[in-house]
T-cell receptor, first 110, second 113 residues
Framework: GESVGLHLPTLSVQEGDNSIINCAYS??????FIWYKQESGKGPQFIID?????DKRQGQRVTVLLNKTVKHLSLQIAATQPGDSAVYFC?????????FGAGTTVTVRA | NAGVTQTPKFQVLKTGQSMTLQCAQD?????MSWYRQDPGMGLRLIHY???????DQGEVPNGYNVSRSTTEDFPLRLLSAAPSQTSVYFC????????????FGEGSRLTVL
């Protein structure tokens, strides 16, 4: 699979490979960390979240990892498919407010 | 279920004009919010509401007003449009309590000339 150690605005992935999207967050007091997916011309769609007292959470083909020591969040997508092509945003939830990062555009190569 | 419905989908305004972006949800969600999204950027919170009659400011509230008279509706008003308000606006809602899982509308693209 392909991964990025630092947040990069774009990621190109071969279909069938695993993808890893990284995000650095700023607020240690955030209660939840969330990943959203936004397809072209649509509103963001919730993918998965993780509470601040957890390190890992798995969903269907996705895994979110939280490293509070270095304030780092990652989203792993298994067996990337063409339908996974989109912009992915990480977000922090704190005090009724959801703050979004800049986003990573994932392109899946056939 | 319609989810979150935004109208209009597209709007062109002249500088100084006013308008209201409508947002309605049919999920009986307590929490509603407005975001703007500019090219190459993430979403920035404009205003939010934790229930009918309660609103609060987000990260970029200047130039925008909101009200929440019912659970279902959360309109966003631009009092005197400026070119800097050209953007795509998204309304979102969530159930009471934890509000990290937002349900977004399809967006309203606004151009101010």
């Amino acid at each position: 699979g392909e991964s990025v150690g630092l947040h990069l605005p774009t990621l190109s992935v071969q279909e069938g490979d695993n993808s890893i999207i990284n995000c650095a967050y700023s607020n240690s007091a955030s209660d939840y960390f969330i990943w959203y997916k936004q397809e072209s011309g649509k509103g963001p769609q919730f993918i998965i979240d993780i509470r601040s007292n957890m390190d890992k959470r798995q969903g269907q083909r996705v895994t979110v990892l939280l490293n509070k020591t270095v304030k780092h969040l990652s989203l792993q997508i298994a067996a990337t498919q063409p339908g996974d092509s989109a912009v992915y945003f990480c977000a922090e939830f704190n005090d009724y407010k959801l703050s979004f990062g800049a986003g990573t555009t994932v392109t899946v190569r056939a | 279920n319609a989810g979150v419905t935004q109208t209009p989908k597209f709007q062109v305004l002249k500088t100084g004009q006013s308008m209201t972006l409508q947002c309605a949800q049919d999920m009986n969600h307590e929490y509603m919010s407005w975001y703007r999204q500019d090219p190459g950027m993430g979403l920035r919170l404009i205003h939010y509401s934790v229930g009918a009659g309660i609103t609060d400011q987000g990260e970029v509230p200047n130039g925008y007003n909101v009200s929440r008279s019912t659970t279902e509706d959360f309109p966003l008003r631009l009092l005197s449009a400026a070119p800097s308000q050209t953007s795509v606006y998204f309304c979102a809602s969530s159930r009471k309590g934890y509000t990290g899982e937002l349900f977004f509308g399809e967006g309203s693209r606004l151009t101010v000339l």
